[in-house]
């Protein structure tokens, strides 16, 4: 079935440098991939769409340019938090439309310290 | 826009019990309907959807839950629950199938006990 990769699983990174976090769809091709965070007990909450060869779509209160995303390709989709912060630190999970339904990437870990 | 609401954050259960993870949604069109399953620090698994035709929908690991329109409901049910069952539930929604974004409910932690 579709398989979206996504990496790292795990990052730990210093207060004000940037990370980049990849999602790549395996065996088909993801026009659109969404972009989620979740913080601890709550929620998934989508924070962005992208589209390949297009701007991404951000939802009320994400800040685009601290929250940078490139979909550069059919096969994959990528999310930089730049000069990330403590508050920053969460779940960072994509997904993609796919196998008649949406297919989710195992997540991020970032921890801002 | 549509919206989810789960209305229990915590089930706790015994093993072997029945359960029931409710859940409700808003959309002013037709919807699809969605649960998945996270356990700690993992991505989410899709339990079972429901796009069209009948309203009871089966999915992995025994789970089932039912469709219904009148009361814009989509409960998820296990008949005889297991430890391994123990993980977070959501319930997500989508107006259309397709490019269209998943709007997730809150979640219902559900604790399996001996």
């Known amino acids: 079935g579709a398989v979206v990769s996504q990496h790292p699983s795990r990052v730990i990174c210093k207060s004000g440098t940037s990370v980049k976090i990849e999602c790549r769809s395996l065996?088909?091709?993801?026009?659109?991939m969404f972009w989620y965070r979740q913080f601890p007990k709550q929620s998934l909450m989508l924070m962005a769409t992208?589209?390949?060869?297009?701007?991404?779509?951000?939802e009320q209160g994400v800040e685009k340019d601290k929250f940078l995303i490139n979909h550069a390709s059919l096969t994959l989709s990528t999310l930089t938090v730049t000069s990330a912060h403590p508050e920053d630190s969460s779940f960072y999970i994509c997904?993609?439309?796919?196998?008649?339904?949406?297919?989710f990437g195992s997540g991020t870990r970032l921890t801002v310290v | 826009a549509q919206s989810v609401t789960q209305l229990d954050s915590q089930v706790p259960v015994f093993e072997e019990a029945p359960v029931e993870l409710r859940c409700n949604y808003s959309?002013?069109?037709?919807?699809?309907l969605f649960w998945y399953v996270q356990y700690p620090n993992q991505g989410l698994q899709l339990l079972l959807k429901?796009?069209?035709?009948?309203?009871l929908v089966k999915g992995i690991n025994g789970f089932e839950a039912e469709f219904n329109k009148s009361q814009t409901s989509f409960h998820l049910r296990k008949p005889s629950v297991h430890i391994s069952d123990t993980a977070e539930y959501f319930c997500a929604v989508s107006e259309g199938q397709g490019a269209q974004k998943l709007v997730f409910g809150q979640g219902t932690r559900l604790t399996i006990n001996p």
């Open positions: 429901y796009l069209s035709g009948s309203t």
């Open positions: 997904s993609a439309p796919g196998g008649g339904g949406y297919t």
């Open positions: 959309s002013s069109v037709s919807v699809y």
């Open positions: 065996d088909f091709q993801a026009t659109t």
């Open positions: 992208s589209n390949e060869g297009s701007k991404a779509t951000y």
